[in-house]
């Protein structure tokens, strides 16, 4: 009973609109779930800062949701990727909440690829993250790569998350329309009026088999809907 919604757009000066639409959603299905979810919020630029401490969905919604319509575009900043996993660790390590078995999950929602840091990095504080705190991290994108750059990013950024899954054990769950990024999972799913409509397994194939698979496989999905 899961309803998947993709948020995206052809005009990159809209991503930070389409994160804050995104966030915002979140909460609201999350609230309607499960208000006693404790949910904190950490953001980042250059730097990473905790901005609402973890607490229960519904002590804490509306400073969440103003915190994030609050967030504006610092063209000139960065992403630092790493700084803010740090403060998540940090977050959810000093948390005076009790666990009470519930499981940990940090989602990780950029608008941008990774500046001021390097791949080790964020490696580094993604392991660290796992290890000191439990939590599965999933990680959400909403942006296009219009340079060479940013694809060159986004291609060390995969491989990065790739060694993380296979060295640490790590689940890494990745919302994306883009067929390169999807060629870097292991299995993937398809999701059609927020339905499962289709499931690739890449068991022994190549990246570029697979690959192959999911263009051939996302052409005919385009082209029944024409």
């Known amino acids: 009973n899961t309803t998947y919604t993709f948020y995206t757009t052809n005009d990159q000066n809209d991503r930070l609109t389409y994160l804050q639409k995104a966030a915002n959603d979140f909460i609201d299905q999350l609230t309607g779930i499960s208000k006693e979810s404790n949910v904190g919020l950490v953001t980042f630029a250059s730097s990473a800062s905790q901005d ?12 969440l949701k103003n915190t994030i319509n609050g967030l504006y575009d610092q063209l000139e900043s960065g992403t630092n ?12 390590s000093n948390s005076n909440i009790k666990n009470n078995g519930r499981k940990k999950y940090v989602i990780l929602l950029t608008d941008g690829c990774p ?9 580094n504080q993604a392991t660290a993250l796992k290890k000191n705190t439990g939590a599965t991290l999933i990680t959400i994108d909403v942006g296009l790569f219009d340079t060479n750059k940013d694809l060159k990013n986004a291609k060390e950024l995969m491989e990065l998350f790739k060694k993380i899954n296979k060295e640490n054990h790590t689940t890494i769950v990745m919302v994306t329309h883009d067929s390169l990024v999807a060629s870097y ?10 339905k499962i409509s289709k499931c690739l397994e890449r068991n022994n194939k190549t990246q ?12 005919k999905m385009d082209l029944a809907h024409v």
């Open 52 to 63: 609402v401490s973890m607490n229960a969905l519904e002590t804490n919604n509306n400073q």
């Open 208 to 219: 570029e088999e697979y690959y192959r698979d999911i263009i051939a496989i996302t052409t």
């Open 81 to 92: 990727q790493a700084s803010g996993l740090s403060e998540v660790e940090k977050m959810l």
């Open 115 to 123: 500046t001021q840091t390097t791949a080790e990095m964020i490696e």
């Open 185 to 194: 999972s292991n299995r993937l799913l398809y999701l059609e009026d927020g």
